[in-house]
């Protein structure tokens, strides 16, 4: 039987008994968070989009009709459209090999999956420089044959793909775990083929998980700075990306405009949230039960 809101209530004051907080202790720590919310999240977010309207909507509006605005939403999608489908198929690949064998060096990959969450975006966006720049490891035989990655479309998708691959494989290793593998184990002494297994049992075991996954990774492959910018070279039209023009913007003093083009990625990450929040909410058993390894 579900319990009332009235049952709630009594179940909540149990238990701050039995910790020995009271109504006036838990009153405090709510307000505190709350406060904390408001002034690093809320107001940051409401001043955004004040700024960005402060003109009105026609002048919000100009911004996105700034050739050099335009490429920059261009560039923004083309990369995350090649970054996030990358790191969904590691993902799988990844977690699939770590929770359904035994190999040598298994902890090594997994340490190795976590270095983009202890690495800052800017080394990471140094060493492509080192691989791949004009005076890089592999630079005089990128230019020898007329190949340039770095202040180039492919540099910008690299740094993206390094910092966000964690997000897909982190997810669907922990939820794999709990679900073990006595499902495809059924499923290939019935005579499935490997590819059947994975398509007919663990996609359908995994797809809220790897839906969580993407959304944490296409959040953050739009809003990514600090990598990009080390290998984009800042070349207007050619390798801005959205967070980078919002800079180039406000530092030229066209608050206006920047700040119409970050109310914009603050519009997808809003997105992002509520879709992350719905997922949380409607399939929170199969994205939490993972996660309690």
Not at 93 to 114: H, V
Not at 158 to 166: E, G, Q, R, S
């Amino acid at each position: 039987m579900a319990m009332s809101d009235t049952d709630d209530w009594r179940a909540a004051a149990a238990t701050a008994g039995a910790t020995g907080e009271g109504f006036a202790a838990r009153a405090v720590l709510i307000a505190l968070a709350l406060g904390f919310l408001a002034l690093f999240l809320v107001l940051p977010l409401v001043a955004v989009f004040a700024e960005a309207f402060r003109n009105g909507v026609g002048a919000w509006w100009a911004a996105f009709q700034d050739p050099d605005g335009l490429a920059a939403i261009r560039l923004t999608l083309i990369v995350t459209a090649i970054a996030v489908p990358a790191n969904l198929v590691f993902g799988i690949a990844a977690a699939w090999a770590i929770t359904k064998f035994r190999f040598p060096g298994k902890s090594l990959l997994i340490t190795l999956i976590d270095l983009p969450f202890s690495v800052s975006p800017v080394v990471s966006g140094l060493v492509w420089v080192l691989l791949f720049g004009a005076q890089g490891l592999l630079g005089p035989f990128l230019k020898a044959n007329g190949l340039q990655i770095i202040f180039a479309v492919p540099g910008l998708v690299l740094a993206t793909i390094f910092v966000t691959f964690p997000f897909v494989a982190r997810e669907l290793i922990p939820l794999m775990e709990e679900q073990g593998t006595a499902d495809e184990e059924a499923a290939m002494t019935l005579g499935a083929s490997g590819l059947t297994t994975f398509v007919r049992v663990t996609l359908p075991n995994i797809k809220w998980g790897l839906l969580y996954g993407v959304l944490l990774c296409n959040a953050r492959a739009m809003g990514e700075f600090g990598a990009v910018s080390v290998v984009s070279g800042h070349v207007r039209g050619l390798t801005n990306t959205m967070p980078l023009h919002v800079e180039i913007l406000y530092n030229e003093y066209e608050f206006v405009a920047a700040f119409a083009m970050a109310s914009l990625l603050a519009a997808l990450a809003l997105v992002t949230l509520v879709l992350k929040t719905f997922l949380e909410w409607r399939y929170g058993g199969h994205l939490a039960g993972g996660r309690g390894h």
